[in-house]
């Protein structure tokens, strides 16, 4: 089945939030935020922004009637400024009024006077400082003090790894419209709706059940909608609340840029031991995090930077620890990966330093200490259904990889201008909300008495195809043809208490919710085709009753219109929770992740050594997608998560100066790939697996785990720059910018 979208998409008629017919007598809004990044607010003046024309109000902390808080897990976040700033971007009030342009033509006469505070960027400062988020975090297994004595090789070293600018190409926005009786309606492009209501419940100090989140589809999220979607939809809920008329924001790109947090930055200290035989025996990280002006996700992408700690790899002894830091920057958020990919960028340049100390291919002590089945990871789940060394196997052996090796060599030694690198890059990535009470999901489904069939679960559509998954589990369950099926937008109305679609999550739980919801519905419908003692046989195939193999004279609609008269419930509410996951905080051991995926990449680049620049020649990809629903949809999530890894690892830099200032501030400023930097080859191959079955048909989750082959492209970068400049000491700085590498292709 392709794309249940595409067709709109293409024609442009996809809804999106700036699509929404507007309510006549709709206001607008901006936020006005701040121009430094750490102050104490001496005084505001905004008569003459009041005063300005089309102008009907401007908001500030003193107009919320609950709580000015939109902190998720920590609660030190107000919506509006109030007597600090903590970071650039940080909104002090909200204008309203009858276009934006007017809007923006007020913003300019608000004067505000600071006094202003030291400002720090650096998470390394800020833990000296003990400005932390959270208290630090550990995750231990066996004891490295004892392993340092049987290791061979010790080596030292420090990884850093920059933010990335999620870059939806829909921005941040929100819609709200008043309803009767002090309820409110707020279309949001958000990926988590029920976030969003339970933080437009708290600012606006009513219930729940008084306002309706309702999201179509999101024009791109990758994590920056998750938790950061939520305070533009309270603030035009608070000016539907106050003024009783619709209020809509969609913000303009560099607005969205500079007051939006990003990726985390990471900064990290290693030690890693091994044995003569290139065995990791012991390995030690600690991690700065650079979590911003408030925790937003912080504490949890800092637990998964934990979980992902050692990315493919079993090593006896760790010890990984993690500090949130807390600095004047934008409060960092949720990004594809979720902490994940930082972890693994650390091992893998633990791994790199002591390769090029012993004078190894990487390659060679990544093959070596890959899982097994039976291994116990750091925090103490042990691994099964393990696919690690089949990954890598099917990879090298496909794509080539001993022939490569020599064919890249031979190409350095007679070119002295072009080097080529090549890397391999594993990986292994759990799969679930760390956050146990997350992992649950539910699906409404009718089935109206026509034989048309209308779904709504949790799962919010951005692109990556949750949609398509949905429409195939109700077709393969009922048997009819999916012009029957409509999927619903996301509304806390018609299902509630909802987790984000986020963590690669949201096929597997609201797909087994609505299997669930479905199954019920056919067991219902069974008795009504046949006389009891028949039921079991009965099974529909493209729209034809059979029992067992004998085809009926009874189709799909005879079926539902003979229901519909013996009055059988044609509706179902369908709840999963994932089994067998748990995890215990005090202790730090568990079984927080309900299977894991794996692959491995080849990355093949070509460095210009007089300029600095490179191509990506290819990357050849063996990956781990279970028994694959839809390969269509996958490899697209493949090759968008790779690209977009490629692009954080290379050319997208976020710049802060000292005073927090982000002056990578627009698409001039910040670099993305296009299609002239992205592999002129990228090969994908389904690893031949039984899938898990806490996947949804067995379909293993595909958001996250691609991102992080992007990795690998660091360091065939590096690989190229040490054959060119083999006496370099590189430092371990992503991302890999063509500056950054002419630097060291020359570098004493």
Sequence with gaps: MINIDAQNHVKGKSIYLDDIQEVNGTLYALPFDATVAHAKIVSIDLEAARQSKGIVTILTAKDVPGENQIGGIIPDEPLFAEDEVHFRGMVIALIVGDSEHHCRMAAKLIRVVYD???????????????????PPRSFKLGNTTDAWASCEH???????VNGQEHLYIETQGAYARPKEDGSIVVSSSTQGPTAVQRTVSRVLGIPMHKIEIDTVRLGGGFGGKEDQATPWAVMVALATQILHKPVKMSMHRMDDMRMTGKRHPYSADFK?????????LAYEVTHY???GAAADLSPAVMERTLFHSTNSYFIPNVIATAYSCKTNLPPNTAFRGFGGPQGKFAIEAAIVTAAEALGVNPAEIQKKNLFVEGDEISFGQIMTQVNAHKAWDDCVATYGYEDRKKKVAEFNANNPRYKKGLAVQPICFGISFTNTMMNHARALVHIYYDGSVVVSTGAVEMGQGVNTKMVQIVTSIFGIDASRVRIESTNTLRVANTSPTAASAGADLNGKALEIACRNLLARLRPVAFADTDADAMQIMEEWVYKGAIKTDMRWTDLIMKA??????????????TPTIHYDKTKEKGHPFAYHVYGTALVEVTVDCLKGTYDFDRIDIVHDFGQSMNKDVDNGQIEGGVV???????????????????????????????????PKQINITHLDTEGHELAIKKSKAVGEPPLMYGIGAYYAIRNAVKAFNPSADLAVNAPYTPEKVLMDLYKK
């Design 154 to 160: 010790i080596f030292e070293g420090r990884s850093d």
């Design 272 to 280: 890693i031991g091994l044995s003569k035989d290139l065995k990791i």
């Design 644 to 678: 977009q890894g490629i692009g954080w690892m290379t050319l997208e830099e976020i710049v802060y100066n000292d005073q927090g200032r982000l002056l990578s501030n627009a698409l001039s400023t910040y670099k993305v790939p296009d299609i002239y930097s992205v």
């Design 116 to 134: 202003e505070l030291p400002v720090i960027v650096d998470p390394r400062e800020a833990q000296a400082k003990g400005k932390l988020i959270v």
């Design 289 to 291: 995090q650079n979590g």
């Design 564 to 577: 519909f008269t013996l009055r059988v419930a044609l509706s179902e509410n369908a709840h999963y929770a």
